[in-house]
């Protein structure tokens, strides 16, 4: 659109009559100038918080062993992880503002510090959120959600086994946990729990207060059962990478299929006993989805072709790299295309990603922040340290114990990426030397960096939009969500541990 203010015709304006009678044209009225636009000013006690964290750390002597540039970087990232816990400002604002003291204060040179714009393991969950906008443009994800409910909806268990499922398909190929419990399976359930009479309050009990429960503590499961089924699962990843133990997407969902199954079916087991429905059988909800998928008709062209784009990646996933040498990067970019080619998606919806262009922004820099102390040696040294807490114990009980404290850590964090950008590295770091075999402790420090989510209401993007729908209360949610974490924590590392053991990963 032309910025130019266009120049009216005077000849074609009517004329103005003056007080003696002549005529004269009329003065031409430019467009009215757009209102201001409000500042919005940022908490200055939230921003002070940051700043002094990092300004103490700054100022402390670096630890024997530790170089003066690694320690000034520790500075950086610490007080831009409190940022990022804080929130003076959004979290791709906050990383924005870490990476310019990294270069203002010369702790590292700009190519360095803007290196993890240039990592693909970011862009491989950038481009996976370009290719969930399609799932929910086309009303995929609507219709398998009400094919599911329709199928399993009779019983209330049957509902959350459905909205389960539908959870289960859908994770791949959207990297937002957040977008999965919020625009897909939150409308839902509201409108099933209404249908039923159940709203917040006095009727929550109902039905609405189990089914929003049990998808949250699903959503956290099938968060973990893929790499590209949450955006920080990438960055430990890459993390893992950092310290040579290279995770691909299919060895990820090989590893966690089985675990990730039991859970499935289990967790909505134990929240039906420990937090029932009042309401058992809901027959009307299998019809309510089956007059819904009705009235949508036959499906789409445009979501016939996002299915099979969704099944040419997840084929591509599994074993484009071992038949083609396709990095997981590449097949997303592939599929990119063939939506943009056949018009399920413009390049005004690419574009338009929002949330996928900040996830570009602050997964770069603390990317780049977490490999740079790798590299300059902190990682190593706090690994070192850490692991004469845990000498002598055996390798075994030694990881027991770090997962353990990683797990449960998580009621000081809001964020899941947030908890595995301060603690991820060490904590691998720390089990390879006492003497965890690598990639299995990769993996299940990946895996719990999801699971850990189930503990509060405060704990992940998913937590704020499910608990702010009022159906369940502070207490509830939280001691049902410490009983689904001891569950998780069983079912992961025993179940999931022999798992481990078939596939020869210990």
């Known amino acids: 659109m032309s910025n130019d203010i266009a120049v009216p015709n005077l000849a074609d304006d009517p004329p103005i009559s003056s007080g003696s009678g002549a005529s004269t044209p009329a003065a031409p009225t430019l467009p009215a100038a757009p209102?201001?636009?409000r500042l919005r000013p940022v908490s200055l006690g939230r921003l002070a918080i940051p700043f002094a964290v990092g300004i103490a750390l700054w100022f402390v002597p670096a630890p024997s062993g530790v170089d003066a540039?690694?320690?000034?970087?520790?500075?950086?990232?610490v007080a831009t992880i409190v940022g990022v816990i804080a929130k003076p400002l959004p979290m791709g604002a906050v990383t924005l503002m870490g990476l310019a003291a990294t270069i203002v204060t010369g702790v590292l040179a700009p190519e360095?510090?803007?290196s993890g714009f240039s990592n693909t393991t970011i862009w491989l969950i950038v481009v996976a959120f370009f290719i969930s906008r399609g799932v929910i443009k086309t009303g995929l994800g609507n219709r398998l959600g009400l094919f599911f409910v329709a199928k399993l909806g009779k019983s209330t268990l049957g509902v959350a086994y459905g909205l389960a499922a539908t959870d289960l398909v859908l994770a791949p190929a959207i990297p937002s946990n957040?977008?999965?419990?919020?625009?897909i399976i939150q409308p839902i359930i509201r409108s099933i729990s209404m249908s039923y009479g159940s709203a917040p309050g006095q009727t929550a009990r109902r039905v609405g207060a189990f089914l929003t429960s049990t998808a949250f503590y699903v959503n956290a499961v099938t968060s973990a059962m893929f790499l590209t089924a949450m955006a920080g699962n990438s960055l430990a990843a890459q993390l893992a990478g950092d310290q040579?133990?290279?995770?691909?997407?299919g060895g990820w969902a090989l590893a966690a299929i089985v675990p990730g199954i039991v859970s499935l079916i289990v967790v909505p087991l134990v929240v039906y006993r420990v937090y029932p429905p009042e309401l058992k059988k809901t027959p009307e909800a299998a019809s309510m989805a089956t007059s819904a998928l009705t009235d949508l008709g036959p499906m789409s062209k445009a979501?016939?072709?996002?299915?099979?784009t969704i099944v040419l990646l997840l084929a591509l996933w599994i074993f484009g790299d071992m038949l083609f040498g396709m990095s997981a990067t590449t097949t997303a970019i592939v599929g990119l295309v063939v939506l943009l080619v056949s018009g399920v998606l413009t390049w005004e919806d690419v574009t338009m990603e929002k949330q996928a262009w900040d996830t570009l922004v602050w997964f770069a820099v603390l990317v780049m922040m977490a490999t740079q102390l790798n590299e300059l040696g902190l990682i190593p040294w706090l690994s070192h340290q850490m692991s004469g807490v845990v000498s002598g114990m055996g390798w075994v009980n030694a990881f027991i114990l770090l997962t353990l404290v990683y797990f449960f850590s998580h009621y000081l964090f809001a964020?899941?990426?947030?908890h595995i950008s301060a603690m991820y590295a060490a904590f691998l770091a720390t089990a390879i030397m006492a003497g965890a075999p690598p990639m299995m402790a990769a993996l299940v420090l990946g895996f719990i960096s999801n699971l850990f989510a189930s503990l509060t209401h405060y704990s992940c993007g998913p937590a704020p939009v499910l608990f702010g729908a009022g159906y369940v209360p502070v207490g509830p949610w939280w001691r049902t969500g410490f009983l689904v974490a001891i569950v998780n924590i069983v079912i992961w590392m025993g179940i999931g541990g022999v798992w481990l053991k078939v596939l020869g990963m210990w």
């Open 35 to 37: 209102a201001p636009s």
């Open 178 to 183: 957040t977008a999965r419990a919020g625009g």
């Open 69 to 77: 540039a690694a320690w000034h970087l520790f500075a950086i990232f």
């Open 415 to 418: 964020s899941n990426t947030a």
């Open 112 to 114: 360095v510090a803007f």
């Open 244 to 249: 040579g133990v290279k995770i691909t997407w």
């Open 303 to 308: 979501e016939k072709v996002m299915a099979s």
